[in-house]
């Protein structure tokens, strides 16, 4: 009696985080219907004169990047944006990452002094180019990501803070997108996100993505799936009600005058992206400072995503023990009215869905295979319990492909698309429960307070033609 109601009850769960995502993906499909974000080439062309917009510094922490970081440096001088400084923080990087930088854009040393006063790991020398091209390079002792930015933030002169991943391609007028927000409310808004797209397989030149493709490696197809689910349907809602808690590391903008007042990233956190957008909403609140914290969905980010189990594997936990690590750091804001929806929705979202959500739905698989051997549980409950898990995955997974086809359209070609559609339901079975071993594991690791490690992702460099 008591097994078959413990399976009730994890049915019931798993079914409301399910159609949690479920609601959230209609929010989302509706909001982006309803409303265009993007600027038309009439409007870019008028800011791209204009003396209003303010200006940004794009920050790339780089840490054994030399597969990508020309490529990707190419596509950060390229940005169409009227006063926009390019730095790139070399990280202690190992495999030439900055003598590449140094051959590729004829840098030397440079005088220049930081403007702020975080605490990072020492600088060993800045570089600027002989060219007239917009570009600081930072070489520094390895400190982490967070203590790479935070040394980008230091040199600085902008207004805006354009955190990106060096590995990244972002296309050209995705800085003036993912600007707008601080043109159109100034007011209140103070962090700004955009869309991470998969670039294994695409075709890379001159620094910019001109032919999307799917990748062959069916890892890579998956993450496709599960970025689409996240930033179109998720984030986008989450934005909509203005509870937005993660603006992803790869590209997300800040006021700079803010984060440095904040004392920029924490290094102590494997989230450090998430916990900054969570401490932004909880220093604005507790200051009465109007706060907003946006996403865009035309400003786009070109990204190399794992390929491998053991790389992957990896990524996965550092994410999820970053969530865990954020929601303890910020336990006092969740269902706290006085932090508004970032206390009654966002902070409860990401605590029942994403922290304890996987360990439920895992639970839920053992006990129902224990339950149909030992014959505890009838046929019945067991195919209760892959409706509302498996079956309800497939829906979400499938609705997201089409959710992307109706409102953003990237992949045009309808074999791409058939083959989304294919990854779509096979990430279901199988690669959706390793994904949540993985981050059940990276639970018990944050509670058995387990050193850090965040490991090397593996690069193959972007197809060139």
């Known amino acids: 009696m008591l097994y078959r109601w413990l399976e009730s009850l994890i049915i019931a769960y798993v079914a409301l985080v399910n159609a949690t995502y479920f609601v959230l993906m209609l929010v989302g499909y509706f909001a982006l219907r309803k409303k265009s974000d993007a600027f038309s080439p009439k409007d870019i062309d008028v800011l791209l004169k204009s003396p209003f917009v303010p200006s940004v510094s794009v920050l790339a922490p780089a840490y054994n990047e030399a597969a990508t970081i020309r490529d990707s440096v190419r596509s950060m001088l390229r940005l169409r944006h009227p006063r926009h400084e390019v730095i790139v923080i070399n990280d202690g990087s190992a495999d030439g990452t900055l003598d590449a930088l140094i051959d590729e ?255 439920v739905e895992l639970t839920g698989y053992l006990i129902t295979a224990a339950g149909l051997t030992l014959q505890w549980i009838p046929l019945s409950s067991a195919l209760l319990f892959f409706v509302v898990s498996v079956l309800f995955g497939l829906l979400l997974s499938v609705t997201s492909v089409l959710f992307e086809e109706l409102t953003i359209c990237k992949y045009p070609n309808p074999r791409d698309v058939a083959r989304l559609l294919l990854a779509g339901l096979l990430e279901n079975l199988g690669y959706r429960q390793v994904l949540l071993l993985w981050r059940v594991r990276a639970l018990f690791q944050v509670l058995a307070k387990k050193q850090r490690s965040w490991g090397e992702m593996e690069r193959r460099g972007f197809q060139r033609v």
């Open 105 to 359: 854009f004829r840098l030397y040393r440079s005088s220049r002094v930081a403007l702020a006063e975080i605490p990072t790991a020492a600088v060993r020398g800045v570089y600027e180019s002989r060219d007239p091209i917009p570009l600081v390079v930072i070489d520094k002792a390895n400190g982490g990501k967070a203590d790479a930015l935070n040394c980008g933030i230091n040199y600085a002169r902008n207004d805006l803070l354009a955190a990106v991943d060096a590995d990244s391609i972002i296309e050209r007028d995705a800085l003036l997108q993912i600007s707008r927000p601080f043109l159109e409310r100034p007011e209140d808004t103070m962090a700004v996100g955009g869309i991470i797209r998969v670039a294994n397989d695409c075709v890379v030149e001159h620094g910019a993505v001109v032919a999307v493709k799917t990748p062959g490696n069916w890892l890579a197809r998956f993450q496709i799936v599960e970025y689409l689910r996240a930033f179109l349907a998720g984030r986008t809602a989450l934005s909509f009600a203005n509870c937005l808690l993660v603006i992803s590391g790869a590209f997300g903008m800040f006021r700079r005058k803010l984060v440095v007042e904040m004392g920029g990233y924490r290094v102590d956190t494997m989230g450090e992206d998430m916990e900054l957008v969570i401490r932004i909403h909880r220093y604005c609140r507790e200051r009465h400072i109007p706060c907003r914290v946006a996403f865009i969905s035309d400003s786009v980010c070109w990204t190399e995503v794992p390929e491998s189990r053991r790389v992957l594997q990896r990524q996965r936990i550092r994410w999820q023990r970053g969530c865990a690590e954020c929601m303890i750091f910020h336990k006092r804001l969740i269902g706290n009215v006085r932090f508004g929806s970032v206390g009654l929705l966002g902070m409860p979202y990401f605590l029942i869905c994403e922290i304890f959500g996987p360990f």
